[in-house]
């Protein structure tokens, strides 16, 4: 089966968009929200979405960057010798309300390792989770806050995100790991 598109660069586009309305309506807006993105393509939708929260209410939005390498419990599965990228946190997360920002939701570890890492730095007031995919699945009681697309999958299809930063072109993808 080939990769079927999911999303185009327009629907990202609107996606991020409305994320970011969706957290300046929900945080009475942005005077101490912190945007956190998870290594690597998390970090590039925290900065979209800061761009357009910024355009929305003329104010910046803190970004700050989170490698959570250490932080995985199937480390010692995946790698002998891993690379760590780490982390660039400009700003104090104490107090704030800090969104952890990823690309795809599915089990939730990533997720769980990105709180153990956030609380190793600081101790924030709350913490939210904004994702451009939700793709079910989860082994952790973890919801995200806000979703640019829920794709219900199989456990044996894949979603791939493609950004323009990291890729060339923006585009997300679902395949079957089968075939």
């Known amino acids: ?60 939005v803190a ?8 932080y995985r419990d199937d480390l010692k599965d995946k790698m002998l010798d891993p690379k760590l990228l780490g982390s660039i946190l400009p700003m104090s997360i104490e107090s704030k309300t800090v969104i952890l920002v990823d690309d795809v939701l599915f089990t939730g570890r990533t997720i769980r390792a990105a709180m153990d890492a956030l609380m190793d730095v600081g101790r924030p ?12 699945h989860r082994e952790l009681p973890i919801r995200p806050d806000y979703v640019g697309k829920n794709v219900p999958t199989s456990k044996e299809e894949a979603i791939a995100v493609q950004l323009s930063e990291v890729d060339g072109s923006d585009k997300v993808t679902i395949e079957s790991k089968n075939e």
């Open 125 to 136: 007031q709350r913490i939210q989770l904004a994702v451009l995919i939700d793709r079910g």
């Open 63 to 70: 970004v700050g960057e989170l490698d959570i390498t250490n």
């Open 1 to 60: 089966m080939d990769a079927k598109e999911i999303l185009d660069e327009k629907a990202i586009s609107r996606a991020l968009t409305r994320l970011a309305h969706e957290v300046i309506e929900r945080n009475e807006g942005v005077d101490s929200v912190v945007l956190v993105g998870i290594k690597t393509r998390g970090i590039y939708l925290a900065n979209r979405l800061s761009d357009r929260i910024k355009s929305i209410e003329k104010k910046e």
